[in-house]
Nanobody
């Protein structure tokens, strides 16, 4: 059974940093891309960042470029999202996701697996 378990959310001040972690288990993810999405209250879930499991290819939403960094540790089956220069508009529930596809965009278009989410709150 595939499991994606997020951790590391919490409260931060504007300008601060948080690091999210996603522990993946239950299958081999070599053909997958791993990503982060977020959903703010009253808004649709949106793509944040993704990384190819087998290659160091990344993709970011324009709103987080230069502030967030996605990384992975293949040996530990972990994916991370380092969030710097946080803004109040980054407040949301953050979800880890895994999907297959020829490209990251394709993989993140309809992820096969989702975590339960972790709350990130940024105060002004």
């Amino acid at each position: 059974q595939v499991q994606l378990v997020e951790s590391g959310g919490g409260l931060a001040q504007a300008g601060g940093s948080l690091r999210l972690s996603c522990a993946a288990s239950g299958r081999t993810f070599s053909s997958y891309a791993m990503g982060w999405f977020r959903q703010a209250p009253g808004k649709e879930r949106e793509f944040v960042a993704a990384i190819s499991w087998s290659f160091d290819i990344t993709n970011y939403a324009d709103s987080v470029k230069g502030r967030f960094t996605i990384s992975k540790d293949n040996a530990k089956n972990m994916v991370y999202l380092q969030m710097n220069s946080l803004k109040p508009e980054d407040t949301a529930v953050y979800y880890c996701a895994a999907g297959e596809g020829l490209t990251i965009r394709q993989a993140m278009g309809d992820p096969s697996y989702w975590g339960q989410g972790t709350q990130v709150t940024v105060s002004s």
